[in-house]
């Protein structure tokens, strides 16, 4: 398994590319302002339109799933996201299922950010095998930062964790947590795994040890 980190910048998730030996698994896609980047960097691994094999994502705000209704149309790939946050994408609206944000919020985010409509293929839970893509990982199910968040744990105890974590500074819980308890809950899940090393949506990768929570 090759990971190959994309970080796209300012208000743009990271993504995460990752060769198997069936071909490619991108883990989010970034905001819509930053396709050309990520375009970029998935040509440069040698990813094309019938070796990618599968998006995931690890919960619906714009800034990880804005470029999938492109990239769906291009690579004819299949999209796949928990099930809580399949309401984010369909209807746009990163507080569908929060309870922070009111309606001023929502309309200011929809005017300021590119934010596509789209549906995923399917949906993904707790232990999903991600082996029939060539990933030896499973999906974990990671709630607080959405509902419907998820993070991918590889054999080799690789987490790639979505917006639990970040790592701007130092490595910390992220800075939006809409529930509190559930987030905590997921910080003590991903403690008990053994994790080597964290694959955040903003800030560099880092060593689990580095955590200290």
């Known amino acids: 398994m090759d990971i190959k980190t994309i970080i796209l910048g300012g208000l743009a998730a990271n993504c995460y ?26 040509k440069s691994a040698g990813c094309k339109p019938g070796n990618l094999n599968l998006i995931i994502l690890t919960h619906g705000d714009f800034d990880h799933t804005g470029n999938c209704s492109y990239l769906r149309d291009k690579y004819h790939v299949k999209i796949a996201m928990h099930h809580d946050d399949i309401g984010m994408v369909e209807k746009g609206d990163m507080f569908w299922n929060r309870k922070t944000g009111n309606a001023i919020a929502k309309k200011i985010v929809n005017a300021l ?11 993904v839970d707790e232990g999903y095998d991600l082996s029939e893509y060539g990933m030896d990982a499973k999906i974990l199910y990671l709630p607080g930062h959405s509902k419907g968040s998820i993070g991918i744990i590889t054999s080799d105890r690789e987490l790639f964790c979505g917006d639990l974590f970040m790592n701007n500074s130092k490595p910390s819980l ?6 509190p308890e559930e987030a905590n809950a997921s910080l003590r899940k991903v403690k008990g795994l053994n994790v080597n090393n964290v694959y955040p949506g903003h800030g560099k990768p880092f060593s689990m040890s580095a955590l200290k929570m």
């Open 113 to 123: 950010f590119r934010i596509t409509n789209f549906s995923p293929d399917f949906s």
């Open 17 to 42: 590319l990752i060769g198997t030996a069936k071909g490619f698994i991108l883990i989010d896609t970034g905001r819509a302002s930053k396709l050309s980047k990520l375009e970029n960097e998935i």
């Open 174 to 179: 992220g800075s939006i947590i809409d529930e």
